[in-house]
C-alpha cells in the first residue's frame, strides 16, 4: 500500500520541484491534476496527450525519485445543463481517460456531476429528499435521462481504453454516498468505481469502515484519498452539518476538512488502512490536502508521518498459527 499525494497544494513549485520534495518525505505515488478544479499546473493534457516524447520525459522524472501515478484527477461536472460547460468537463474526462492509457495509468478520479432538476433548469440541482415529490420527480429526471445515458457512454469509453473512473463520492453531486455510487456502476460498467473519499462522508454520518466493507464486496473501490474531516458538535448540534457557512470561517462551522490525524486519531487510520486490505485494496492513499488551518506542506508533512505508521509495507504473511 502506497502513499500518495494529490499534487495540487504544491502548484507553485514546478513538477520537478514537487517530485523532489515529496519523494524527500517518503511519499511512493503522486494524482496529477489535469483538468477541472484540480486545474493541470504540473500535467498540461495538451502537452502530453499523444505526445510519445513528453511523456517518456515524465517516465524519466518519474523514475528519478522513484515516484509512479497512482491516478490522473479531473474533478468537474460533465452533467451540468450549461451545454458549454457540461461539453468542457466531457472532454477533460475523455482526454484524461486517453492519457492515462497511453502512460500506463489505470485510474482516472472524478466526479459524477450534477444536472439540474428539469430539462430547461440553468442550474444544477442537489436533491436530498423525496418530498415534496417534485423532487422525487427531479430525481428520477437526473438518473433515467441525464446520468445513466452519459455515465454508459463514458464507461464504455474507458472500457476501451482499460482505465478504471474513479467517483469521489461528493454532496452536492448526483452520486454522495454508497449507495448511489453502487447504483451507477449497476447501470453500466465495472470500470465506474470510487475514489474512497472519507472526509465527506464523516459530516454526513457514515461509517467509513462499514462503507469500505459495503463498496469491497463489490470490487467497487479503485482509488483512495487520505482527507480528515473534523465535526464541531457545539456548531452541529445547533444548526446540523448540512453548513453553507464559508470554509474560511472555521470558528462557526458545523465542520472542517482536517489533516489526517486532525479529525481522526491514529487509531482510527490505522482500521481504515486495515479494512482497505481486507477487501483487497493494495493502491494508493492520495492525500489530499484541504486543511485551512495549517499550511499545505505542514499539512502534508504530518499526514506523511501518520500514514507511514498506519500502511502496511509488506504482503500478509502465512497465518502459521492457524494450521
Known amino acids: ?5 494529490l499534487t495540487v497544494p504544491l502548484g507553485d513549485q514546478s513538477i520537478e520541484e514537487a517530485f523532489a ?15 477541472g478544479w484540480p486545474g493541470q499546473g504540473h500535467l498540461d493534457r495538451g502537452d502530453y496527450l499523444d505526445d510519445e516524447r513528453a511523456q517518456a520525459e515524465l517516465d524519466e522524472l518519474l523514475a528519478e525519485h522513484d515516484l509512479r501515478i497512482s491516478a490522473l484527477a ?3 461536472n460533465p452533467l451540468h445543463p450549461d451545454e458549454e460547460r457540461a461539453d468542457k468537463a466531457d472532454r477533460e474526462l475523455r482526454e484524461a481517460v486517453e492519457l492515462a492509457d497511453q502512460l500506463g495509468v489505470d485510474t482516472v478520479t472524478c466526479f459524477s456531476g450534477l444536472p439540474a432538476g428539469a430539462p430547461g ?7 436530498t429528499a423525496p418530498w415534496p415529490t417534485e423532487h422525487a420527480d427531479a430525481l428520477d429526471y437526473q438518473w433515467d435521462e441525464v446520468a445513466i445515458p452519459y455515465w454508459r457512454e463514458l464507461a464504455a469509453h474507458a472500457d476501451d481504453h482499460g482505465v478504471d473512473l474513479a467517483i469521489e463520492m461528493h454532496p452536492n453531486m448526483l452520486v454522495y454516498e454508497p449507495t448511489g455510487l453502487l447504483a451507477l456502476r449497476e447501470a453500466t460498467n465495472e ?19 462499514e462503507a469500505i466493507r459495503f ?3 463489490h470490487d467497487a473501490i479503485h482509488h483512495v ?3 480528515d474531516t473534523k465535526v464541531y458538535e457545539s456548531n452541529a448540534r445547533v444548526k446540523g452539518v448540512l453548513d453553507t457557512t464559508g470554509y474560511t470561517e472555521e470558528a462557526d462551522r458545523s465542520w472542517l476538512f482536517r489533516s489526517i490525524g486532525y479529525g481522526h486519531g491514529e487509531g482510527h487510520w490505522k482500521d481504515v488502512v486495515s479494512t482497505l486490505r481486507m ?3 493494495e493502491g494508493a492513499l492520495s492525500i489530499e490536502h484541504e486543511d485551512s488551518l495549517t499550511s499545505s506542506r505542514e499539512g502534508l508533512e504530518k499526514a506523511v508521518d501518520l500514514l507511514s505508521r498506519a500502511v502496511f509495507e509488506t504482503e500478509p504473511g502465512d497465518a502459521y498459527w492457524a494450521e
Open 74 to 76: 479531473t474533478h468537474n
Open 1 to 5: 500500500m502506497d502513499i500518495g499525494v
Open 191 to 209: 470500470r465506474v468505481g470510487t475514489n474512497f473519499d472519507p472526509s465527506h462522508l464523516y459530516w454526513q454520518g457514515i461509517d467509513v469502515t
Open 121 to 127: 433548469d440553468t442550474t444544477p440541482n442537489w436533491v
Open 279 to 281: 477487501v483487497g485494496y
Open 215 to 217: 463498496l469491497g464486496e
Open 21 to 35: 520534495y515529496l519523494s524527500g518525505l517518503g511519499v511512493d505515488a503522486v494524482e496529477l491534476g489535469v483538468g
Open 225 to 227: 484519498h487520505a482527507k
